[in-house]
């Protein structure tokens, strides 16, 4: 909300601070064309690449990042040691610009404005020959705003994954096993059905997305700090135990960036231990392969005071998550088809009636995809998502029904200017939002009005 | 809190299964620029991922190394590591292997070469008659010389002229296209000249019949 008398001098401020915005988008998208059109080949390249030398479509299916192919997989799983320990530094860099059908909404920030998003570097690659990972670290550059709403960005820490694993493979068998450390549920995984890796990649933020998902969906993400054991037999079978706790004193790297008594990035605080599993069968033919799963978590949360601190002595809300997934690409050059599918059922039963006030709830969700790439180079991309659950006054209030009910359809075109630089365009078209297509939260306002397009510019280094 | 379910647990169950595989010791390095690692070792470990553990590879984005010609291999791993071979597809995924050694070369060729040679498959609804002749007869009139006359009477190779039986088809025509349109495989100028008058459909034919020499039912 604005000040009622705001003076010249901030706004000078604001519009030259917008200036400087504008200043370093420009300057970004200049560099990048330079990047584009230059003929000697970049100097600074994603770390997983020197190490290897290889080209990033050799673990990247299409090149489409962060999609992986069998040889990414395994990589992945042999704890990212393959190749030669070399310099593990790598950033990313995302500017986008997005506009939302009907902006007029207090959630509706940044429209039509070209930012430069998130800025993150990596400490990734092999330490030795069995143990390698990925730290992200990532500064948003437009968080929160301050009281006279200019914006403030935030620094935290991003997915991280560090692994031991080993292989024993023989003519009558192939074994690979490991043990991860991570800080979000699914990021230690190696299909893009699972929740942290699974399409849509980029989103626009600051307006409309899906207003519910199950707690493996990324609640937990980096504010957990997990250890599991998995293996791989025969490039086949895969199965996985991880459990985590919240990422606090010795291991609250994992969650630096989020505080208990931060309002705006408070810390997550689980109830004792919570059970991530996975299973999955996979096979590959000719230039296909494909698989099958399911996966779950277990875990309570506890509720968080006035102070945005926890409280541990009036129970927590108890999540139960199961899921399957499948996922099939076929891998023939020119072409790259993957397609995810993804199924999550939630119960949640809230001793403290805090977050659910209606007794045990229930939610599902769906995510259905599929992309194509030519030459490694042109791609699209179509999901179909959403959400539904039963009715809750205190969790669902925002809705006029008191449900979560949503769908969206997202079509996405994108070219890979460079293997590290992508250039996207994405719409987000609602058909229901919070359990109607129409005035949903009885105000007026229409799942179409949350509709947006969105344009972004993805490049590592 | 359950004990099960402590964030330790599954670590100790990690060991555990270390504990047991740990004992076969059997080749492990992935680290393809130690001169250390054996050749069989980086076979096994990083060159079976894509190529399949005894040269069967499953998808025809990566060929067939099993029972390749070992003069042939010794030549393609030289101009992979000296970047001379440039097609796409071995520039994405063979031009990181340059610090292999010649020992580890060697060694790499000796396994390959040495696997039971590569499994041909049953002939589909492909027209194998025209494939056959155009194999074993070329086009005179066209100046395309048969392919039995350096890879064989029965496709298996001799030398530095590769085994094409029971390759992938569409691996084979892939390098069809890239000799005849391109010059990004030098040391295969010869087939240039073989190519250069060579139809699309003939080349699939070919391909589609190669894939097919010596299957056992």
């Given at each position: 909300m604005l000040q009622a008398a705001q003076t010249r001098t901030d706004v000078l401020i604001s519009q030259s601070l917008a200036g400087l915005r504008r200043a370093k988008l420009w300057m970004l998208l200049t560099l990048s064309l330079l990047m584009i059109c230059s003929v000697s080949p970049v100097l600074a390249v994603p770390s997983f690449a020197?190490?290897?030398?290889?080209?990033?479509?050799?673990?990247?299916?299409?090149?489409?990042?962060?999609?992986?192919?069998?040889?990414?997989?395994?990589?992945?799983?042999?704890?990212?040691?393959?190749?030669?320990?070399?310099?593990?530094?790598?950033?990313?860099?995302?500017?986008?610009?997005?506009?939302?059908?009907?902006?007029?909404?207090?959630n509706v920030k940044l429209d039509k404005s070209g930012i430069v998003n998130t800025i993150s570097v990596f400490l990734a690659g092999k330490v030795s020959d069995n143990i390698g990972g990925f730290a992200q670290y990532t500064h948003t550059l437009h968080d929160t705003q301050d009281t006279s709403l200019n914006w403030i960005g935030h620094t935290g820490a991003d997915n991280f994954d560090l692994r031991y694993a080993d292989r024993t493979i023989d003519a009558n068998k192939d074994l690979i096993w490991g043990i991860t450390l991570n800080n979000n549920p699914s990021v230690q995984d190696v299909w893009n059905s699972a929740p942290a890796w699974s399409h849509p990649y980029l989103t626009p933020t600051q307006t409309y997305g899906l207003p519910a998902s199950t707690l493996v969906e990324g609640a937990?993400?980096?504010?957990?700090?997990?250890?599991?054991?998995?293996?791989?037999?025969?490039?086949?079978?895969?199965?996985?135990?991880?459990?985590?706790?919240?990422?606090?004193?010795?291991?609250?790297?994992?969650?630096?960036?989020?505080?208990?008594?931060?309002?705006?990035?408070?810390?997550?605080?689980?109830?004792?231990?919570?059970?991530?599993?996975?299973?999955a069968y996979t096979k590959a033919w000719n230039a296909s392969n494909m698989m099958v799963g399911a996966f779950g978590l277990d875990a309570k949360v506890q509720p968080l005071d006035g102070s945005s601190m926890p409280v541990s002595n009036i129970g927590s809300t108890h999540?139960?998550?199961?899921?399957?997934?499948?996922?099939?690409?076929?891998?023939?050059?020119?072409?790259?088809?993957?397609?995810?599918?993804?199924?999550?059922?939630?119960?949640?039963d809230d001793a403290t009636g805090l977050a659910y006030s209606d007794g045990a709830a229930t939610l599902k969700t769906l995510l259905a995809k599929a992309s194509y790439v030519y030459q490694d180079r042109y791609g699209t991309s179509l999901s179909y998502r959403t959400v539904s659950g039963s009715a809750d006054t205190t969790a669902y209030a925002a809705s006029s029904s008191l449900v979560p009910d949503s769908e969206v359809w997202t079509t996405e075109f994108f070219w890979l200017a460079r293997q590290n630089v992508r250039l996207g365009l994405q719409f987000n078209l609602f058909s229901r939002y919070l359990g109607a297509s129409s005035n949903y939260d009885g105000a007026g306002r229409n799942a179409s009005d949350n509709n947006n397009a969105y344009v972004y510019l993805w490049a590592a280094f | 809190m359950k004990a099960w379910t402590n964030i330790w647990?599954?670590?100790?169950?990690?060991?555990?299964?270390?504990?047991?595989?740990?004992?076969?010791?059997?080749?492990?390095?992935?680290?393809?620029?130690?001169?250390?690692?054996?050749?069989?070792?980086?076979?096994v470990q990083v060159c079976s991922t894509c190529h399949g553990m005894t040269g069967e590879s499953i998808s025809p984005m990566f060929p067939k190394l099993a029972g390749q010609q070992r003069e042939y291999l010794l030549a393609q791993l030289a101009d992979f590591k000296g970047h001379e071979r440039s097609d796409s597809r071995g520039v994405q995924y063979m031009w990181g292997f340059t610090h292999l050694s010649a020992k580890q070369v060697d060694e790499l060729a000796?396994?390959?070469?040495?696997?039971?040679?590569?499994?041909?498959?049953?002939?589909?609804?492909?027209?194998?008659?025209?494939?056959?002749?155009?194999?074993?007869?070329?086009?005179?009139?066209?100046?395309?010389?048969?392919?039995?006359?350096?890879?064989?009477?029965?496709?298996?190779?001799?030398g530095s002229f590769p085994r094409l039986a029971g390759q992938h088809p569409a691996y084979v025509l892939e390098q069809i296209k890239?000799?005849?349109?391109?010059?990004?495989?030098?040391?295969?100028a010869p087939m240039k000249q073989v190519t250069h008058a060579l139809a699309d459909s003939d080349a699939q034919a070919i391909a589609q019949y190669v894939g097919t020499i010596g299957f056992r039912p």
């Amino acid at each position: 909300m604005l000040q009622a008398a705001q003076t010249r001098t901030d706004v000078l401020i604001s519009q030259s601070l917008a200036g400087l915005r504008r200043a370093k988008l420009w300057m970004l998208l200049t560099l990048s064309l330079l990047m584009i059109c230059s003929v000697s080949p970049v100097l600074a390249v994603p770390s997983f690449a020197t190490q290897t030398g290889q080209s990033c479509v050799a673990c990247h299916a299409g090149g489409q990042y962060p999609e992986l192919t069998p040889y990414g997989r395994i990589f992945k799983l042999t704890g990212y040691t393959s190749g030669e320990r070399s310099t593990p530094l790598a950033a990313m860099v995302v500017a986008d610009y997005t506009t939302t059908q009907n902006p007029n909404d207090p959630n509706v920030k940044l429209d039509k404005s070209g930012i430069v998003n998130t800025i993150s570097v990596f400490l990734a690659g092999k330490v030795s020959d069995n143990i390698g990972g990925f730290a992200q670290y990532t500064h948003t550059l437009h968080d929160t705003q301050d009281t006279s709403l200019n914006w403030i960005g935030h620094t935290g820490a991003d997915n991280f994954d560090l692994r031991y694993a080993d292989r024993t493979i023989d003519a009558n068998k192939d074994l690979i096993w490991g043990i991860t450390l991570n800080n979000n549920p699914s990021v230690q995984d190696v299909w893009n059905s699972a929740p942290a890796w699974s399409h849509p990649y980029l989103t626009p933020t600051q307006t409309y997305g899906l207003p519910a998902s199950t707690l493996v969906e990324g609640a937990l993400a980096q504010q957990v700090a997990g250890v599991g054991a998995y293996a791989f037999l025969n490039q086949s079978f895969y199965a996985e135990i991880t459990s985590y706790q919240t990422a606090k004193d010795a291991l609250s790297f994992l969650s630096y960036g989020n505080n208990a008594g931060n309002p705006d990035h408070p810390l997550t605080s689980l109830d004792g231990n919570a059970l991530y599993w996975r299973a999955a069968y996979t096979k590959a033919w000719n230039a296909s392969n494909m698989m099958v799963g399911a996966f779950g978590l277990d875990a309570k949360v506890q509720p968080l005071d006035g102070s945005s601190m926890p409280v541990s002595n009036i129970g927590s809300t108890h999540y139960k998550d199961v899921g399957i997934d499948a996922q099939y690409q076929y891998l023939l050059s020119p072409h790259t088809v993957t397609a995810q599918l993804r199924a999550l059922s939630e119960t949640i039963d809230d001793a403290t009636g805090l977050a659910y006030s209606d007794g045990a709830a229930t939610l599902k969700t769906l995510l259905a995809k599929a992309s194509y790439v030519y030459q490694d180079r042109y791609g699209t991309s179509l999901s179909y998502r959403t959400v539904s659950g039963s009715a809750d006054t205190t969790a669902y209030a925002a809705s006029s029904s008191l449900v979560p009910d949503s769908e969206v359809w997202t079509t996405e075109f994108f070219w890979l200017a460079r293997q590290n630089v992508r250039l996207g365009l994405q719409f987000n078209l609602f058909s229901r939002y919070l359990g109607a297509s129409s005035n949903y939260d009885g105000a007026g306002r229409n799942a179409s009005d949350n509709n947006n397009a969105y344009v972004y510019l993805w490049a590592a280094f | 809190m359950k004990a099960w379910t402590n964030i330790w647990t599954p670590g100790l169950l990690a060991f555990a299964l270390a504990a047991l595989t740990g004992c076969a010791n059997p080749p492990s390095s992935r680290n393809v620029n130690d001169p250390q690692a054996s050749g069989k070792s980086l076979a096994v470990q990083v060159c079976s991922t894509c190529h399949g553990m005894t040269g069967e590879s499953i998808s025809p984005m990566f060929p067939k190394l099993a029972g390749q010609q070992r003069e042939y291999l010794l030549a393609q791993l030289a101009d992979f590591k000296g970047h001379e071979r440039s097609d796409s597809r071995g520039v994405q995924y063979m031009w990181g292997f340059t610090h292999l050694s010649a020992k580890q070369v060697d060694e790499l060729a000796d396994y390959f070469s040495g696997q039971t040679p590569m499994q041909a498959v049953a002939a589909g609804d492909a027209d194998l008659a025209r494939g056959k002749a155009l194999f074993e007869g070329g086009v005179p009139d066209k100046g395309v010389v048969q392919c039995t006359a350096c890879h064989g009477p029965n496709g298996e190779g001799n030398g530095s002229f590769p085994r094409l039986a029971g390759q992938h088809p569409a691996y084979v025509l892939e390098q069809i296209k890239v000799f005849q349109l391109t010059d990004l495989r030098p040391r295969g100028a010869p087939m240039k000249q073989v190519t250069h008058a060579l139809a699309d459909s003939d080349a699939q034919a070919i391909a589609q019949y190669v894939g097919t020499i010596g299957f056992r039912p």
